[in-house]
Nanobody
Framework: VQLVESGGGQVQPGGSLRLSCTTS????????MSWVRQAPGKGPEWVSG????????YYADSVKGRFTVSRVNAKNTLYLQMNNLKPEDTALYYC???????????RGQGTQVTVSS
């Protein structure tokens, strides 16, 4: 099982980023997927989830209306479009192989998102 995140970087407040998670080693279309973030000194936060078929999504209140999760099963890839970024969005972002991840859910190494002026 491999999950590799990309697309992070440093942006100014109000900016946008699109994260990608490319996967291999399992049947992507059979699994709900999610994005989790962890800021320095804080615990992990479940940011967003999407069911296997893509019809049902979840967003944390902190990102609702600004982030959009999507997936392309034919490409085994998960996305997170992040708009109107705020400094409090600064964190390491991971994708995980579950709609509602736990501490043992397979996940990638993460991609860093830094929002600052």
């Amino acid at each position: 099982v491999q999950l590799v995140e990309s697309g992070g970087g440093q942006v100014q407040p109000g900016g946008s980023l699109r994260l990608s998670c490319t996967t291999s080693g399992f049947t992507f279309s059979n699994y709900g997927m999610s994005w989790v973030r962890q800021a320095p000194g804080k615990g992990p936060e479940w940011v967003s989830g999407i069911r296997a078929a893509g019809g049902i999504t979840y967003y944390a209140d902190s990102v609702k209306g600004r982030f959009t999760v999507s997936r392309v099963n034919a490409k085994n890839t998960l996305y997170l479009q992040m708009n109107n970024l705020k400094p409090e969005d600064t964190a390491l972002y991971y994708c995980a192989r579950a709609f509602s991840p736990t501490s043992t859910t397979p996940r990638g190494q993460g991609t860093q998102v830094t929002v600052s002026s």
